[in-house]
């Protein structure tokens, strides 16, 4: 795969690997940011390739990411997120697909929230009780994240809405827009961590609003 200027612009949206994928060579051509190749970096670690190494055009050894990727995946939460869903630094949008009379489609974007992100799933030592991490910044820039149980995606999901507002979440849409809220919260395809036990459900709950 070619990574050229419009596909770097676009790397948060775009699938770059295989499935099952276990090895991969990154060359380096051309003048790319660093800023990009971390990306590249995080998108594979949160592939689950096991080596990836950057090289030069003529195969000189530039850097082995394989070492980091443990690393990037919990520092780095994963944005890869359902079908017809974009987060990006202004909110969490969902992508309505309608049809025009001439058969063609239109996308409508719909603005789901402000940026919330789902950067892990966990449950308890019975593999229940299963909780989404959730994290946001407040109106104020400050960090908060919050193991919701999944239990809470019931219903209209108000009382998840108002949690979410009361602890500084700039934004988040009320129907009919909210049934894409739960859709986001509960479909999360790769997220850094699936972890087991309470006492890793317990230090997940440090901070949970209330």
Avoid at 123 to 151: K, N
Wanted: net charge negative; hydrophobic share 35%.
């Amino acid at each position: 795969m070619v990574l050229g200027p419009d596909e770097l612009a676009d790397l948060d949206n775009l699938t770059i690997i295989r499935p099952d994928t276990l090895y991969v060579r990154v060359f380096r051509t051309g003048d790319i940011r660093e800023e990009d190749l971390l990306k590249i970096a995080v998108k594979l670690a949160h592939a689950d390739v096991q080596m990836a190494r950057l090289m030069r055009p003529d195969s000189e050894l530039l850097e082995d990411w394989s070492g980091q990727f443990a690393r990037l995946r919990q520092e780095r939460p994963s944005d890869i997120l359902p079908d017809n869903f974009r987060l990006d630094e202004e909110a969490l949008w969902f992508d309505k697909l309608t049809e025009r009379r001439d058969g063609e489609s239109d996308i409508q974007p719909q603005r789901i929230s402000s940026p919330l992100r789902v950067t892990a799933i966990t449950c308890d030592s019975h593999d229940g009780s299963y909780v989404r991490l959730l994290e946001w910044h407040t109106t104020t820039g400050q960090l908060r994240r919050w193991a919701m149980p999944i239990a809470m995606l019931s219903g209209n999901g108000e009382e998840m809405r108002r949690i979410l507002l009361e602890n500084g979440l700039t934004y988040i849409s009320t129907p009919p827009a909210q049934p894409a809220v739960r859709v986001h919260l509960a479909v999360t395809p790769r997220t850094p961590g699936h972890q087991r036990g309470e006492n890793r459900l317990a230090q997940w709950r440090v901070r949970a609003p209330g």
